[in-house]
Structure formats: structure tokens, C-alpha cells
């Protein structure tokens, strides 16, 4: 059930600004440095798990009609062990009022063996996220699942974002 889910939320999150991606694009890309925190919570016995902090460089290229898309690299660790993880991001957003944007993105994140595990930990999920444009950049709350792609074993996380503009 959630890697059905979950596998819409990513075909959709790529291919929902087909026909805007077509069109030419209005302004050059931004770059921003961001950073978040994240409480996640187990979906199979519904406990909390070690929130975390995630650090990443993000590039939004902007697209005609108000849509943008976003590509980012960072990594991740939880705030109760120094175990840094890889994270990619990408996915669309749409500016659906003057200081409101939505948007949908796909994740994943590679976790090196630590602690003497025999393989790296892949985990692959979507989100969703509100979007508010601030005097620096933005502030944002993506709140998605995430599926660890060995066990099956579901996520849902609520984060809070903030990207600072560098360019």
C-alpha cells in the first residue's frame, strides 16, 4: 500500500509541470543553501523517532505560468549520533498566490553502513510542502513518507526549511 503510494507521488511529482517545462523559462536559476529539521515517526508502531537536521545546496530553475523546479544535494544526520546521510531532491513547485508556492518533491537518501551494518541503508519517498517566499529566501514545511527501500519499512516526517538565497 505505501510503495503504491508512493510510487504516484513520484511520477506524479516529476511529470505534473510537463507542459510548463516546454515553455521557455522566464528569469536564470537561484541557488540556495538550506537547512531543516526533522521529527519523524515510525508508521508501523507509530513511535517518534530521533529527530534530525539535514544541510543541502539547492538550485530552483523558475518556469513559465508560475511553476519552478528544484534540484538539491545535502546531507542528514539525527541529532542523538553523528552518522551523516546522503539526500538528493528534486520535484516541481507552483506559485499559487503572490507569497503562497506548493511543492511536491521525490527524495533519497543513502546511509552508509555504521556501526558495523553489512550494507547501506536506502531509503526513497515524496513530500509535499508549503512554501512561503521570506525576505531572505523561504521558509517551508515538507511533510512526506519515506520507505526504506530493504525492509519496507515506512516514515512519515515533518520538517521545517529554511533557504537562505546566495545569488
Known amino acids: 500500500m505505501y510503495?503504491?503510494?508512493l510510487l504516484v507521488l513520484c511520477v506524479a511529482s516529476l511529470f505534473v509541470p510537463l507542459t510548463a517545462l516546454a515553455?521557455?523559462?522566464?528569469?536564470a536559476p537561484s541557488v540556495f543553501v538550506t537547512t531543516s529539521v526533522g521529527y519523524p515517526i515510525a508508521l508501523k508502531t507509530g513511535t517518534a523517532l530521533p529527530p534530525g537536521v539535514a544541510h543541502g545546496l539547492a538550485v530552483v530553475v523558475p518556469i513559465k505560468n508560475g511553476w519552478g523546479y528544484l534540484a538539491e544535494v545535502g546531507a542528514t544526520t539525527s541529532f542523538t549520533a553523528m552518522r551523516p546521510s546522503l539526500m538528493l531532491i528534486t520535484g516541481p513547485s507552483k506559485k499559487v498566490a503572490p507569497n503562497f508556492i506548493l511543492g511536491a518533491s521525490i527524495f533519497y537518501k543513502l546511509t552508509p553502513p555504521y556501526d558495523g551494518a553489512t550494507s547501506s541503508t536506502h531509503v526513497l519517498g515524496g513530500s509535499i510542502a508549503p512554501i512561503i517566499p521570506i525576505a531572505i529566501g523561504s521558509l517551508s514545511l515538507p511533510t512526506g513518507i519515506g520507505v526504506n527501500l530493504a525492509t519496507g519499512?515506512?516514515?512519515?516526517a515533518f520538517n521545517?526549511?529554511?533557504a537562505v538565497k546566495v545569488n
Open 160 to 162: 521545517l526549511k529554511l
Open 23 to 27: 515553455e521557455e523559462v522566464h528569469t
Open 3 to 5: 510503495r503504491l503510494a
Open 153 to 156: 519499512d515506512p516514515t512519515l
